[in-house]
């Protein structure tokens, strides 16, 4: 009878270690998931941060491009000279104004980039870029187009308007001022990979 009792003892401290050894299975898978998780996350903000670099080239290269574009014609009168200026059209003017905007703020924006890549957990600074790089685009996709517009019709002319294609005497202004606007166009494709960057480091958390 005594030996009947202890039988069982054996089959629990069985059962017990199994139970562990599952247990300490299933922790170590998931410390290797976390693992890679956090790996993701540090890879995805590495290339914002990458990004972020390349769209501050492409926004000062338009401003400054843009901001230094001017061609007088070899030949005046005595009381005109022939010159264009990109400050002589508003919205070319607006352009620069943005352009350096943008710049400016994906400078400051380069720390807490950095800062992601060493939390790569921060959650309540990514959505504070979220909300600035969405607005950063708009502004900048408002500006660029706006200065296509006006760059065309510097191309093309628009007779109901009375415009005429000024590049056909300013080829050298009209030059510039549609190389200036790729930098723009660049930036602006490299921030809605920003949002979308942001957005899916968020969506891992």
Wanted: proline fraction near 2%; include cysteine.
């Amino acid at each position: 009878m005594e030996g009947g009792g202890k039988a069982p003892v054996p089959e629990e401290h069985g059962d017990t270690s199994a139970k562990a050894a599952a247990a300490a299975a299933a922790l170590e898978v998931a410390s290797a998931s976390g693992g890679r998780s956090r790996a993701a996350s540090r890879g995805l903000a590495v290339l914002d941060l990458i990004l972020r670099f390349v769209a501050v080239i492409g926004t000062v290269g338009s401003a400054i491009a843009m901001g230094t574009t001017n061609q007088t014609l070899p030949f005046f009168t005595q009381f005109l000279r022939f010159k264009a200026q990109y400050d002589d059209l508003p919205t070319l003017t607006f352009f620069v104004v943005v352009n350096s905007i943008v710049a400016a703020y994906l400078v400051l924006s380069i720390p807490l980039s950095i800062v992601h890549i060493i939390r790569s957990r921060a959650k309540y600074s990514r959505l504070v870029l979220v909300f600035f790089d969405a607005a950063m685009l708009a502004l900048v996709t408002s500006a660029a187009s706006a200065a296509t517009a006006i760059v065309y019709l510097a191309h093309k002319g628009n007779a109901r308007a009375n415009w005429f294609a000024i590049c056909q005497q300013f080829d050298a202004f009209c030059e510039r001022i549609s190389g200036s606007l790729i930098g723009s166009f660049v930036a602006m494709a490299l921030l809605v990979l920003l949002v979308v960057l942001s957005a899916a480091a968020l969506a891992r958390r």
